[in-house]
């Protein structure tokens, strides 16, 4: 790998203790710091990124999209990528079933958490103003800042449609809630008392199990789902091991 690796990223107001608003990009940079290999971040403009996501991935001159794409192109060309070469078949299978339920169905959980529950998405305005004033050019701010409002009302419809869309929007907040606890119990079975998921050595879904309990305790989206994910140990034991480790 001749230049560096750069994400681009959402990122999140300095002095949170966070490094993303997002945890696709959380379960990226916890898996590239899994693995060893350095990169540099960067704000990016979600508008004119391919796909229109972030996170994007620039390595060797080319942008790769989305979380999982960035991955697997690193294990196929990075000697030090982290590989799931030590799991069994069956354990394999396993791995891709929770990254299902954490990126499939938890992350609509928390997506609804997030634009669904009018509190809460008064708790991320500054978040997103933030990065709307990191992603423009410097002469555009302060239009953003005078339409901060309707930006951030147009941006919470636009998400409560995908919402309805996907099916997660239809129902009801205890609804919903209780498809998250159900989720983040059996996570927090399948973990039991082992260092990571697999075991003593961590795997790819680690990063993102990592990044889903992460924005559960660490950001500020009040629900019965983050208050039973911070009362299990062994969740927060996880992830409070990688914290220090790679991320302190």
Not at 68 to 85: E, S
Not at 96 to 122: K, S, T
Request: proline share 8%.
């Amino acid at each position: 790998m001749g230049a560096p690796l750069i994400v681009y990223k959402f990122g999140y107001p300095a002095g949170h203790g966070t490094p993303d608003i997002s945890p696709f990009v959380i379960k990226l940079e916890t898996w590239l710091r899994l693995s060893g290999i350095p990169y540099e971040g960067r704000t990016g403009d979600r508008k004119v990124m391919p796909k229109a996501k972030l996170p994007v991935a620039e390595i060797e001159g080319r942008l790769i999209p989305d979380s999982a794409a960035i991955v697997a192109h690193l294990q196929a060309r990075d000697p030090r990528a982290l590989r799931d070469a030590h799991l069994s078949r069956a354990q394999q299978a396993q791995s891709l079933a929770i990254q299902a339920l954490l990126e499939d169905r938890l992350y609509w959980v928390g997506l609804y958490l997030r634009w669904c529950v009018p509190a809460n998405v008064e708790r991320y305005k500054p978040l997103l103003m933030d990065y709307a004033l990191r992603a423009v050019p410097g002469w555009q701010r302060p239009l953003v800042k005078a339409l901060a409002a309707p930006i951030v009302s147009g941006l919470a419809k636009r998400m409560r449609q995908q919402a309805w869309q996907q099916g997660i929007g239809r129902h009801g907040p205890d609804e919903v809630v209780a498809q998250g606890l159900q989720g983040w119990q059996a996570l927090a079975t399948l973990l039991g008392d082992q260092t990571y998921l697999f075991g003593a050595q961590p795997s790819t879904v680690d990063a993102t199990l990592f990044a889903w309990v992460h924005t559960l305790a660490r950001h500020p989206f009040q629900s019965p789902v983050q208050d039973f994910v911070k009362a299990q140990p062994n969740l927060m034991a996880f992830h409070d091991r990688i914290w220090a480790q790679h991320w302190a």
